[in-house]
């Protein structure tokens, strides 16, 4: 019995040098790459848990996140003769510290997801733009790229948060702000190498207007790279807000967000060590499953190293192919 080659072959191109469709049956299933990798799939469950804790945490929970019991006040954790919504213990104000990293949970992601949306469709949309037409275009994307990058990201947040009013819209204007170089960085570079390519040369001799073209032949190709791009990003966005939190010039009370949540517990850190350690646990644990799915994205949407995702189910125990 031969053996199966484990190396995909390079797929063919058209004349246009563009890869040519493969059939239905040949296409990569995502869902399957995602399975066959078992430390990307509970990364991708975490993830999946976040956003429906999110969205309909808060209706389960009801008024417990801010329910008063002074009677109750700095319970520990891990005990049931409070009830299960005191599972993981009470703040100094008797109130549920679930019930609370459930809401703080909706206003953590209500703060990074539209950050890194507005970042990444305006940083996108103006380095494709720059990156096909070049020029003064480019130069002058760039040139603002820099002014903004010169300025510490986080530095930047805090003096322009300490100017106006904290809030949650202001805390994400300014993070998505400094967060557009990013996107507009990495897509010029990589719309300036795709509007050398043949088939775009070949769109521009059909007269196909300069938007079209980024559209239909540039955003399709550049698309997978901005989305591992963002979702590494979320995790600096995340952890920028819970820094700012904690600072006391990000969520302000009676608002509540895990960074927030890990300022106000601090200074309960001998006594009360649950005040600040769950809802740090939850940063660590989401930004750490979105850097493992961002990984696994950054390979699966890469054909050159796609193959790697399907070896494990293709070896038997004894590591030989079948």
């Known amino acids: 019995m031969t053996q199966i080659d484990l190396v995909p072959a390079k797929p063919s191109t ?21 399975v066959n990798d078992k430390v990307a799939t509970a990364a991708a469950a975490v993830l999946g848990l976040v956003v429906l804790t999110a969205v309909f945490g808060p209706m389960l929970v009801g008024g417990s996140a801010t329910h008063i019991d002074l009677d109750n006040s700095n319970q520990p954790p891990f005990t049931l003769a409070h009830g299960w919504a005191n599972i993981l213990g009470t703040d100094p104000l008797g109130r549920s510290m679930l ?4 809401v703080a949970c909706r206003t953590t992601l209500s703060v990074a997801i539209p950050a890194v ?10 380095g494709m733009w720059a990156g096909y037409h070049r020029g003064w ?4 994307a760039m040139r603002v790229a820099d002014v903004i990058m010169s300025f510490p990201s986080l530095l930047l947040a805090v003096v322009v948060l300490y100017v106006f009013s904290p809030s949650a819209a202001n805390i994400v204007l300014v993070l998505a702000i400094t967060r557009i170089p990013v996107y507009l960085r990495t897509a010029r570079a990589e719309s300036a190498e795709l509007s050398s390519r043949v088939f775009v040369d070949a769109a521009r001799t059909f007269g196909a207007s300069g938007s079209s073209i980024i559209v239909r032949h540039v955003l399709p190709i550049v698309l997978p790279t901005l989305l591992t791009v963002a979702t590494l990003d979320f995790c600096y966005v995340m ?25 106000q517990g601090r200074s309960y850190l001998h006594t009360a ?12 644990i989401t930004t750490v499953s979105a850097t493992i799915l961002a990984a696994w ?15 494990p189910s293709r070896l038997g125990k004894t590591g030989k192919a079948i």
């Open 14 to 34: 058209t004349m246009l040098g563009e890869p040519e469709a493969q059939p239905p049956a040949a296409r990569w299933s995502w869902l399957r790459l995602l």
């Open 99 to 102: 019930a609370r990293l459930v």
């Open 117 to 126: 949306v507005i970042s990444a469709v305006v940083g996108s949309a103006i």
């Open 137 to 140: 275009r480019e130069t002058l």
């Open 239 to 263: 952890l920028a807000e819970s820094s700012l939190s904690f600072l006391g010039i990000g969520i302000q009370p009676p608002d509540v967000s895990w960074g927030l949540m890990v300022s």
């Open 273 to 284: 060590w649950w005040l600040s350690f769950f809802p740090g646990l939850a940063i660590v």
């Open 297 to 311: 994205a950054r390979i699966a949407t890469d054909p050159a190293q796609r193959w790697r995702l399907t070896v």
